[in-house]
C-alpha cells in the first residue's frame, strides 16, 4: 500500500514563508504526477499545484501563482511545496496527492477523483 505523509505544516506570520514536503513510500516507479490541495474550515478541498513525474511540467491555482513553487525529487520520492509571501487566506489543511500516470489531460489535474492516493494532511496557519 503507497503511504503519502505531508509535513512541514505550523504557524507563520502574514509574509512569511514554509516550505512542505510529502514523502512517498511503497512506490515501483516514478513515472506518477503529484499534487498539493488544501482545505480551509468550512470549504471544500481545492487545487493548488501539481507536477509531472519528472518536474518538466507544473500547475498552479491562480492565487498561488508567483508565490508557490511545486518541485519533486524522484531519489527520495519527495514532493515539496514551497510557500513565500504567505497571506491569512492560505490558512488550510494541505493535502498531496498521488496520480499514477506521467501527467494529466487538459486540466484534469482539477479532478480529485483522478487521484490514486492522498496523505492525512498537514495544517498551515497564516496568522495576520
Known amino acids: 500500500q503507497v503511504q503519502l505523509v505531508e509535513s512541514g505544516g505550523g504557524l507563520v506570520q502574514a509574509g512569511g514563508s514554509l516550505r512542505l514536503s510529502c514523502a512517498a513510500s511503497?512506490?515501483?516507479?516514478?513515472?506518477?504526477?503529484m499534487a498539493w490541495f488544501r482545505q480551509s474550515p468550512g470549504k471544500d478541498r481545492k487545487f493548488v499545484a501539481a507536477?509531472?513525474?519528472?518536474?518538466?511540467?507544473?500547475a498552479y491555482e491562480d492565487s498561488v501563482k508567483g508565490r508557490f513553487t511545486i518541485s519533486r525529487d524522484n531519489a527520495v520520492n519527495t514532493v515539496y511545496l514551497q510557500m513565500n509571501s504567505l497571506k491569512p487566506e492560505d490558512t488550510a489543511v494541505y493535502y498531496c496527492?498521488?496520480?499514477?500516470?506521467?501527467?494529466?489531460?487538459?486540466?484534469?489535474?482539477?479532478?480529485?477523483?483522478?487521484?490514486?492516493?492522498w496523505g492525512q494532511g498537514t495544517q498551515v496557519t497564516v496568522s495576520s
Open positions: 507536477i509531472s513525474w519528472n518536474g518538466g511540467s507544473t
Open positions: 511503497r512506490l515501483t516507479s516514478a513515472s506518477y504526477a
Open positions: 496527492a498521488a496520480f499514477f500516470r506521467p501527467w494529466f489531460s487538459g486540466s484534469d489535474y482539477l479532478r480529485q477523483t483522478l487521484y490514486n492516493y
